[in-house]
């Protein structure tokens, strides 16, 4: 294992104490000196953080460019980053930051079977949670109805940086029957860009999906992304209703995406596609400002279901000490949901400069064009 500039890292500030009940851990709040933002060090061991993934917009050249050998072609799925490892004896879900994450953890056991960090306590399942009921995302995959899911992808090991071989994954994905993210299929880089990886990529955006993460067979560190042009317009019309909260360049950054797509595809514009996109700018910003006349503020509302109250209330003050880093957030309330025994917390995440924005030019507030 890589030496650890730890010390140093908690001297400068990049890298901060944390605990989640009796847990006690540290987390790299940034990346520094080879070691990886939301790289976790505990007494159980160490969990890298996940690493950036390239994105690819012209598939032909970009296949050849970067895969020596096959590689298979995975969903991507919309959703935010885990990875679940045992930790302080207990399964934890750390996000990408590095952060116990107190809802995931809570929901670990209807998430995935567990029985994995029993038998081979030093692996580390890396998979993305995703649904409507999940804390941190608007947007979600069409198809999941309600709740959450997890689907699984990497496989890393405690206190080794890099992913584990592709065999070992699919052998851990049978034998603990792992929630797999859905395999779309396997190619050569000089297959790839013709019919095939296309035509797979045109299904996956028919249904609503994101787009796919492409990993070499032979080298698992070397994977690329390529989104569909569709999960663009879908960006878009999520974040409009904040749009003072997010920078220009979310936006021109989608734009862009989006008219390489349809080139890198041979295809058309439609005049169907040219009013989804301005539909995608134009719907979330008018309700954001219905939302604001009504309410005084503009805010989106979230509810997540927890099997424990005590990680329901765990989870509310990792809420508050994110307010206090700038997010705010409000709670609705926090209930017993029907007989099951799970708890129901919804919350409210304001959108601050939007409702400064509105709240100054509703009282008659005037701006001065930069
Ligand atoms: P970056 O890759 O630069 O960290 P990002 O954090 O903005 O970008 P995305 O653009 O969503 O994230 O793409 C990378 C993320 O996609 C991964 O961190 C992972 O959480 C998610 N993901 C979804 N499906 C997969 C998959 N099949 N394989 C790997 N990652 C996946």
């Known amino acids: 294992m890589p030496t650890l500039p730890l010390r140093e890292a908690l001297r400068q ?74 930790l302080g004896g207990r399964p934890v879900a750390l996000t990408r930051g590095g952060l116990v994450c107190p809802f995931t953890t809570d929901r670990l056991p209807d998430l995935l079977p567990t029985a994995i960090f029993d038998a081979e306590p030093e692996r580390v399942v890396c998979g993305e949670v995703a649904g409507p009921d999940n804390p941190y995302l608007e947007a979600s995959p069409p198809w999941i109805g309600a709740d959450v899911a997890l689907y699984v992808f990497d496989l890393m090991r405690i206190n080794r940086p890099g992913f584990e071989p592709r065999a070992d994954k699919h052998a851990a994905v049978e034998r603990y029957d792992l929630p797999a993210v859905p395999f779309r299929g396997r190619f050569r880089p000089d297959e790839a860009g013709r019919a095939g990886l296309r035509a797979v990529s045109e299904e996956v955006e028919a249904a609503g999906g994101e787009g796919l993460v492409l990993k070499e067979e032979e080298r698992p560190d070397k994977r690329v992304k390529y989104v569909t042009g569709g999960a663009n317009i879908a960006d878009i019309a999520v974040a409009a209703g904040n749009m003072a909260d997010l920078p220009a360049d979310y936006y021109t950054d989608r734009v862009q995406r ?48 927890f099997r424990e109250r005590a990680n329901a209330e765990a989870f509310r003050r990792h809420l508050a000490a994110l307010s206090d880093a700038g997010v705010q957030t409000r709670i609705l309330g926090l209930e017993p949901e029907g007989k099951d025994g799970y708890w129901v917390l919804r919350f409210e995440r304001i959108a601050p400069r939007i409702t400064g924005i509105l709240g100054h030019l509703f009282s008659g507030g005037v701006f001065y064009d930069p």
Not at 27 to 56: C, E, N, S
């Open 258 to 305: 989006l008219v390489l797509y349809l080139m890198d595809h041979g295809r058309e514009r439609t005049a169907e596609l040219d009013r989804e996109l301005g539909r995608a700018f134009l719907d979330g910003l008018e309700e954001a400002v219905r939302q604001f006349r009504r309410e005084r503020h503009v805010s989106r509302v979230y509810r997540c279901r």
């Open 13 to 86: 500030g990049r890298a901060v104490r944390a605990r989640f009940g009796g847990f006690r851990y540290i987390r790299f709040k940034d990346d520094f000196q080879g070691v990886p933002r939301g790289t976790v060090v505990a007494p159980g061991g160490m969990v890298w953080g996940y690493p950036h993934i390239g994105r690819l917009l012209s598939l032909e050249a970009g296949l050849e460019e970067h895969f020596a050998g096959p590689f298979q072609a995975e969903e991507k799925i919309d959703g935010y980053n885990v990875r679940i490892a045992r």
